[in-house]
């Protein structure tokens, strides 16, 4: 609903202000994009597969130290977070034995094979940013 007040010499609308306005009131900006959206390349995910390979599945495959990193119980504790989130995770804290020795195109190569290794489909472009992840959300439905 628009609502247009007339003072002399002005016109003040209100309509899309109010809207606005409720929208950031209730929370209800988030990622404008989710994991289900083409968000990393195959070529990506190949490279994070291989840094999955080296630097994560001693621990990560099976569950013997660290939880698995894709499946149903892996996207529920993530679901609605940013995929940021979990980068910085990584990032700040992995592997166990080495913390914060990847690199930031290291982790953003894993990011992509962990978004392909949970079932969610490529595109054209690779993820280029730790900012581009805070507008990306994980998801659990496929």
Known sequence: MT???MFPGKVLV?????AAAGSVATGQSGPA????????SDPQATRGKSIYNAQCSNCHDGGAM??????GDFLASWDNKSV???????LNTMP????GTLQEQEALDLMAY??????????PDALKGPDELNAIAIVRSK
């Open 114 to 123: 962990l978004i392909k290794a949970n079932g969610f489909p490529s595109g």
């Open 66 to 71: 660290g939880p698995a990193l894709s499946g």
């Open 96 to 99: 166990s034995d080495a913390p």
């Open 14 to 18: 209100l309509g899309s202000f109010i």
């Open 33 to 40: 994009r989710t994991v289900k959206d083409q968000v990393y």
């Open 84 to 90: 940021r989130t979990l980068f910085d995770r990584v």
């Open 3 to 5: 609502m247009t007040f």
